[in-house]
């Protein structure tokens, strides 16, 4: 049986390059992976420090009124919905819509190159209790 919904939050701080959302089970790890619901990934990334953008079909750049430090995702199944909130502003980043999933998502994470320090922050996967 597939969870309905799950929810979970990365802390972002200090980072300069991510990128973070779900990814459908049978997604090709063996290659590099294509970034796109046509692909079977729902996900957002930050590159540059400040350019952030949805990673939808077509890539929708993202402006933010601050930068997250750390970052929601929300998952309901029968809604098609998976959205990405800024946990400390309450604020909705963005949300994919109408999503038809077919099989188990689960967390994407991608921290990135470490660039000589500059994006060595950790990305930090934090334990959330059941909000519904």
């Known amino acids: 049986m597939v969870e309905n919904k799950f929810y979970f939050e990365v802390q972002v701080k200090g980072k300069t390059e991510w990128t973070l959302g779900v990814a459908r089970e049978s997604i090709n790890r063996k290659e590099g992976i294509k970034m796109s619901p046509w692909w079977g990934n729902w996900t957002i990334r930050l ?3 400040n350019q952030y953008k949805a990673l939808d079909a077509p890539s929708v750049l993202l ?3 601050s930068q997250p430090e750390k970052v929601g995702v929300f998952v309901d ?3 098609g919905l998976v959205s990405f ?3 400390d502003a ?3 980043i963005y949300s994919f819509t109408g999503c038809s999933f077919t099989e188990k998502l689960f967390p994407y994470f991608n921290p990135k190159v470490n660039d000589n320090g500059k994006n060595s922050a950790p990305l930090i996967i934090s334990p ?3 909000l519904y």
Request: no cysteine.
């Open 90 to 92: 309450a604020a909705l």
């Open 47 to 49: 590159r540059n420090g």
């Open 128 to 130: 959330v209790s059941t």
């Open 85 to 87: 909130h800024d946990v």
């Open 77 to 79: 199944y029968e809604e």
């Open 63 to 65: 402006s933010l009124k």
